[in-house]
């Protein structure tokens, strides 16, 4: 498609270019300091999980059925944390272990022990040559990070409506047994806000793989995270996996980071049995217990998926307008203009823009000059290599509506300059 | 020296035998059910610290110095809590970093950095052949467990009364180049309770290496758990190493487990500012922040060193009458019968007994069968292997002195058992 610049004569850009210099001209001069680069809920959403920090006083009974949390011991979490992670992750509680705050934490503890030491019989991927991965893209950067920083070769999948391109993916894994895992987030996905079909999900839990120690970090981050209308319901990956013999492939995750307390919540791992067994006995050689009172704080506040629910509405109320307000703004400023693409979730932090091909980076340091951070460009890809440099992630939910619209029409007018720009230098 | 059983003549040996078997058979008709074997302060002491939890309460400032701790960010820790963490291992606040919950935990992520990337400029320890370590022993078998997970080769240096044997120590790490690290607990050393001297200190700081990447893992866990009349003084390492340009061997952590609630304290972690520097650019990859409400509420509970030793007074209350029922107890049963030598530490949570040579296992064996748990004999060593039998750790923390009185009355009865039996065996 082209964009409303390319349409124009020579004239007529060369006049929007100057037109739309002068507003950068003037925006720039109004010194802005504004940031939609971290997905993070505004310190007002925080607040809404205040409450819990009354649950547990001096005076309060410091056990969970029986368990004393005061002390060490109880390596695999506390039951009511593990009853509380196995209806999040779809398994049952003993398939749990629930941990300190952070599952990207435990993501890279199970990766680097396999890296270490390998997946039980098989070969270390230490000691193996050109060990890969598959990347969705556009997707989390810390993700890519975790394989990245071990030397693992990070592949890009390019993701669709319905998840990652799935035929690229049954491809590669079917042939290549170099390829050893995959990052999926298969709810809300970062930063594409799409869920996975259930068509996707069954052919993840049972594509053949070359690799028979083939593992996918199914990183359920915004399992519950839902604003639009009616939610999302995402397949359960371990009823397909189990039925095919193949749920020691699945490697699930999730915190409560965005329900209750960012980087202060309790993290879940769920996955089969022999793989709970196998990563508890490795995690326990570097710890003899997670923080307890920590995940009884946050049992008696979510004692249930129902429970989170219901705060997770309250959640809603502050994103809600914060992405009404992206759509808004973007369909006002870009809608027509041919100039943009972009995503329209119902859940999760995240809208996926895409600008004009090669503009991605030149919009973002515009910005920047302009007063507003965004992430940086090619950060949704592996290496921050956007193959196109289109892919820009959104994250609305930390400022204010105000600053946030204030925000966005900043990125508008960057887009439409870059655009112009670009359809000025194509006929130079 | 002989044991009162090898200088009785055969008779005496056959009565006091006899004498015995009947004592153990009694006991082991009462159907005790004792535990000695963990390291963890007992119920009643924990509950010292349930003041903290009325700190963070729904109304309260979520902020340190500017810093909002109820969301992401800050990863080098909280200022105060970087603060205290400085005052605590005794470098600047900007030499250290404070985590989760774990000590072990940062140990084990540092150790294996060094394993999978290598010290900066040099190779991956996995990519080098027989990496050693050295582990003074008796020691602590988690530390022995993160570096024998890793396949490095545990080396045992016998502790002194002044902290490792440090001729042995100089003389390995002066000649053989893949002895990369130590670990040390200085200070009522887990479970000799000797704290090092500082000319041991010195030593350490400031010996040749010929690993130029050697490291040591400097582990003051019990940094102000005093309970002795004067507390002992722990030299300040980084002063000695410093000044002879060695900062970067030292890898300092300690934890507030044993001061707050066990498993659910703060950690620390100090060391030269490259060393800082690098090791939170490692723990970033897997790693957004840690659980900063749990450090501001530590921190507004123990704000300062001299609080925290205050707060250890009232420890001290709880572990000195059991430390000294342990002395009475072992002098009362077993004191000039040759049998045993123990130590008598002024700070801590173990006690270190010594029965003859080939008795540990026996001895652990025979209280199990009474009804009374001990760490497993030969945990104090690497690879659980105790050259000569000898050593058990008793832990008398957690038991009430009451249970703990019982508990050490099954204990020498098994060591005089045992002491008469191998001076039968020597007969036979």
Chains 1, 2 share one sequence.
């Not at 944390?81 to 196995?86: M, P, T, V, Y």
């Not at 600008?355 to 949704?380: D, Q, W």
Request: proline share 6%; hydrophobic share 40%; aromatic share 8%.
């Amino acid at each position: 498609m082209q964009t409303m610049y390319q349409k124009m004569d020579d004239a007529e850009l060369a006049s929007a270019l100057a037109d739309l210099k002068a507003q950068v001209a003037e925006v720039k001069a109004r010194g802005l300091k504004l940031d939609m680069a971290r997905g993070k809920p505004s310190p007002e959403q925080v607040d809404i999980s205040r409450p819990m920090l009354d649950l547990l006083s001096s005076s309060a009974d410091l056990t969970d059925e029986g368990v004393d949390c005061s002390n060490y011991g109880c390596f695999e979490g506390i039951p009511s944390a593990r009853k509380l992670a196995g209806e999040f992750l779809g398994v049952p509680a003993e398939q749990t272990i629930v941990l300190g705050s952070s599952s990207l934490n435990i993501m890279q503890d199970v990766i680097v022990h396999y890296w270490e030491k390998g997946v039980p019989g098989h070969t270390p991927w230490h000691k193996l040559e050109g060990v890969k991965w598959l990347c969705p893209a556009p997707g989390y950067d810390r993700h890519f990070g975790l394989t990245e920083d071990l030397g693992i070769q990070n592949i890009p999948v390019r993701m669709t409506e319905t998840g990652p391109d799935m035929d690229e993916v049954e491809r590669l894994v079917a042939t290549d047994p170099s390829i050893k895992g995959m990052f999926c987030v298969p709810k809300y996905s970062n930063p594409t806000g799409v869920t996975y079909s259930d068509e996707t999900v069954r052919r993840l839990a049972t594509m053949e793989c070359a690799a028979p120690d083939f593992r996918i970090v199914w990183d359920d981050a915004y399992a519950v995270h839902d604003f639009g209308e009616k939610p999302e319901k995402l397949a359960n990956i371990f009823d397909f996996a189990r039925e095919a013999g193949n749920e020691d492939r699945i490697l699930a995750v999730a915190s409560t980071s965005k329900i209750t307390f960012p980087g202060a919540g309790i993290a879940f791992f769920g996955s089969s049995p022999s793989n709970v067994a196998e990563v508890a006995s490795t995690l326990k050689v570097g710890l003899i217990s997670a923080n307890k009172l920590n995940q009884l704080m946050h049992v008696r506040f979510l004692p249930t998926l129902d429970a989170v629910r219901e705060h997770m509405e309250r959640h809603a109320e502050f994103l809600r307008p914060r992405f009404a307000c992206v759509q808004s703004k973007l369909e006002e400023g870009l809608g027509g203009t041919g100039c943009a693409t972009w995503t329209h979730p119902n859940g999760g932090y995240f809208v996926s823009f895409d600008g004009p091909e090669g503009s991605a980076k030149r919009v973002g340091a515009l910005c920047k000059e302009m007063g507003v951070t965004m992430t940086p460009a090619g950060a949704t890809w592996p290496y921050g290599e956007d193959p196109r440099d289109t892919n820009i992630r959104i994250a609305p939910s930390y400022p204010s509506v105000e600053e946030l619209s204030a925000a966005l029409d900043v990125l508008v007018l960057a887009v439409k300059l870059v655009s112009a720009e670009l359809a000025s230098e194509e006929r130079a």
